[in-house]
């Protein structure tokens, strides 16, 4: 997938980029591929200009909320991600908002 990874790319290199809202944008191919999402999350660990990402039915199943939340171990700069609609275990929405938590206590 050469789009998604061409994305994830510019978003490493972007540094003015504050808010980034891909609502219904289908991450994930209709096999379950999450190329999309690992190489959006690969983007957000070093991505420091983006405080808040939208991702709200973009189809990330429990692989693509594991994907962003490991990603935010690296990112300091998001203070909000909706990841809502998207069959995402309740554990790892927790685990998610736990960590915005602690960027904004940063």
Do not use: W, Y
């Not at 510019?10 to 980034?20: A, D, F, K, P």
Request: proline content about 2%.
């Amino acid at each position: 997938m050469l789009v998604p990874q061409a994305f994830g790319e510019s978003l490493v290199r972007n540094s003015s980029l504050q808010h980034l809202n891909l609502d219904s944008n289908p991450l994930t191919g209709s096999d379950g591929d999450i190329d999309g999402i690992r190489h959006l999350a690969a983007a957000l660990e070093h991505n420091t200009s983006l405080t808040s990402l939208n991702l709200h039915r973009c189809g990330l199943k429990d692989k693509g909320g594991r994907a962003i939340s490991a990603a935010l171990d690296n990112n300091h700069s998001l203070l909000f991600v909706d990841v809502a609609n998207n069959g995402v275990e309740l554990q790892e929405e927790r685990n998610i908002a736990d960590k915005l938590v602690m960027n904004t206590q940063r």
